[in-house]
């Protein structure tokens, strides 16, 4: 058998056996017990301007990932371009690699925006060293199954998406997005079932659209009424970066300029 998955060098095969040195296993044991560790040493991203590049964490990805990664139950209000698609697929590629048995679903307001973040995972996991991945049984566009048990599936939210599915962590990206009869359905089927567990994770992240079922779970979350952890970011918090734009009020103004005043506010 290959040592290589369908021909793809950047990926281990199933049941490749390693011969792991001291200073590998140490390393597998802190990049386990610390995902600050792993994400800014080992995950890389695609950036605009630079190409790929090591994943070195803002302040606030920093605390998205640890509210994440340490509650059950966490709902994001953010802004547009400050990296949250990036942030969320690295925590999610550190649950499924250090985790056995973990069914992850990525369910987004279009199929296509769910299969770009299992995609952002994807690519990072091609960029792990081998010691570090599981090997691989399934690679497909839509999903992933690793050698430990643990898979990721991408789909447009719907009530009928993961029906019948068991899933330790669900990921709802842009659910200020979904009509709200769609968005109701979702979670008269699939609530039940994900509060049921005792380590069962829901994530609701999204930026703002008006009054619908996300402004409702994220008013009942900062008036601590549904268990949900509020996490916010301000368009201001982005720093500056080599070439790039200070997020100041000159900056929000020539957004304004090129858009409207109800575009940013919805937007950022």
Excluded at 94 to 105: G, K, P, T
Excluded at 150 to 179: M, Y
Excluded at 193 to 222: D, E, H, R
Aim: aromatic fraction near 14%; charge should be neutral; proline fraction near 3%.
């Amino acid at each position: 058998m290959s040592e290589i998955y369908l021909g793809n060098k950047n990926l281990k095969n199933k049941d490749v056996k390693i011969q792991y040195t001291k200073e590998q296993i140490a390393e597998y044991i802190r990049c386990a017990e610390d995902i600050d560790y792993f994400c800014e040493k080992y995950v890389k991203i695609v950036a605009v301007d630079k190409g790929l590049v090591a994943f070195e964490m803002y302040d606030f990805q920093k605390e998205l990932i640890h509210n994440l990664h340490n509650n059950r139950f966490v709902i994001g209000k953010l802004p547009r371009q400050v990296g949250k698609t990036t942030t969320v697929g690295a925590y999610l590629l550190h649950y499924v690699l250090f985790n056995q048995n973990m069914n992850v679903a990525i369910l987004a307001n279009k199929q296509s925006t769910a299969i770009e973040i299992l995609g952002r995972v994807k690519m990072a996991y091609e960029y792990l060293p081998k010691w570090l991945q599981q090997g691989v049984i399934e690679w497909n566009k839509g999903s992933i199954v690793l050698e430990n048990g643990s898979r990721i599936l991408a789909a447009a939210t719907s009530s009928s998406a993961i029906r019948g599915g068991s899933f330790n962590c669900i990921l709802l990206d842009e659910f200020a997005h979904i009509p709200t009869q769609i968005a109701e359905e979702f979670f008269t089927s699939v609530y039940p079932t994900i509060t049921s567990g005792q380590s069962t994770k829901m994530f609701i992240i999204s930026t703002p659209n008006g009054l619908n079922m996300f402004y409702y779970y994220w008013k009942g979350a900062i008036n601590n009424q549904n268990g949900y952890v509020p996490f916010e970011v301000h368009w201001s918090q982005v720093p500056k970066y080599p070439g790039g734009p200070l997020r100041d009020d000159q900056w929000k103004r020539e957004m304004i300029s090129k858009t409207s005043e109800k575009q940013f506010e919805q937007e950022f």
